[in-house]
């Protein structure tokens, strides 16, 4: 009962439902794929799997119709960075953050040429969101791979270990980042390897992978994001999904929260 109305609260929020259409529609792709290319006598139920996934990301490409707002409030929040310790997290996060603001733009043009709303060519503007999300989970990988690296040297450090210079309870802390960190990297390779794959074919394994294998690397990115959440009481702030995700922890991985699917999904 506890469960269950844990999911019917992060129902209620819109990042929650996000989470959980996101979840679900790579799942859905990865059953489906695999169904459709191995299981011939389950074929039609693959194929049903794949429809479902596809309309759960077209809900999603259309709820982030209204996410501008949003990125831009926290973009104008975080401006230079100047709480960042680091010039390099700094740097990496305004990078993301105008990353992130430019996507939203460009998928909502390809959404409406798609939709026949705009009468321009949608392949351009779905090419160019697919590459800024991908510059965004670069910069994010970068900066949670820094962030670990500095981490694990702060916590190794002889000088803190002979003098005690850490406390028990910053020790924890900092260790509880290093994991989010590294989780964050992990989901982020997985959505990378997706973002390359939805870019025009020709660049390194673009149009490569096999839907199944789309779905899994989703899933793993998906579920990442989720355990983070709950492990943050769902404070996270999720966004868009390339044609998310990010850090959970109630701040962004390395700019605004976002959790982004593809133009494949």
């Given at each position: ?31 489906g794929g695999v169904l459709v290319e191995q299981c011939p006598a389950r074929s039609e139920v693959g194929t049903r799997l794949l429809a479902l996934s596809s309309q759960l ?67 351009p503007w779905l090419t160019l969101s697919t590459a800024l999300w991908g510059l965004s989970l670069l910069l994010g990988i970068a900066r949670s791979l820094w962030m670990v ?117």
């Amino acid at each position: 009962m506890v469960a269950l109305s844990g999911l019917a609260s992060a129902l209620e929020s819109y990042r929650g439902r996000d989470r959980l259409m996101r979840t679900l529609g790579y799942c859905c792709q990865l059953v489906g794929g695999v169904l459709v290319e191995q299981c011939p006598a389950r074929s039609e139920v693959g194929t049903r799997l794949l429809a479902l996934s596809s309309q759960l990301s077209h809900c999603r490409t259309v709820l982030r119709l209204f996410d501008d707002v949003a990125m831009f409030v926290y973009t104008k929040q975080y401006g230079l960075g100047a709480e960042e310790e680091a010039i390099f997290v700094r740097c990496v996060s305004v990078l993301g953050n105008l990353a992130d603001q430019l996507y939203y733009p460009c998928e909502h043009i390809a959404w409406a040429a798609d939709a026949k709303i705009l009468h321009v060519e949608s392949a351009p503007w779905l090419t160019l969101s697919t590459a800024l999300w991908g510059l965004s989970l670069l910069l994010g990988i970068a900066r949670s791979l820094w962030m670990v690296l500095k981490l694990r040297q702060r916590l190794r450090s002889p000088l803190a270990a002979l003098t005690s210079q850490l406390p028990q309870g910053k020790r924890r802390d900092m260790e509880a980042q290093i994991r989010s960190e590294a989780l964050t990297f992990l989901s982020n390779l997985a959505d990378l390897a997706n973002a390359v794959h939805w870019l025009p074919p020709g660049i390194l394994w673009a149009g490569r992978f096999p839907p199944w294998l789309v779905g899994l690397l989703g899933t793993i990115s998906s579920l990442l994001s989720m355990y983070q959440a709950v492990g943050a009481g769902g404070q996270a702030y999720a966004a868009p999904d390339g044609p998310g995700s990010r850090n959970p922890d109630g701040g962004p991985s390395h700019g605004a929260a976002i959790a982004r699917e593809g133009p494949g999904l």
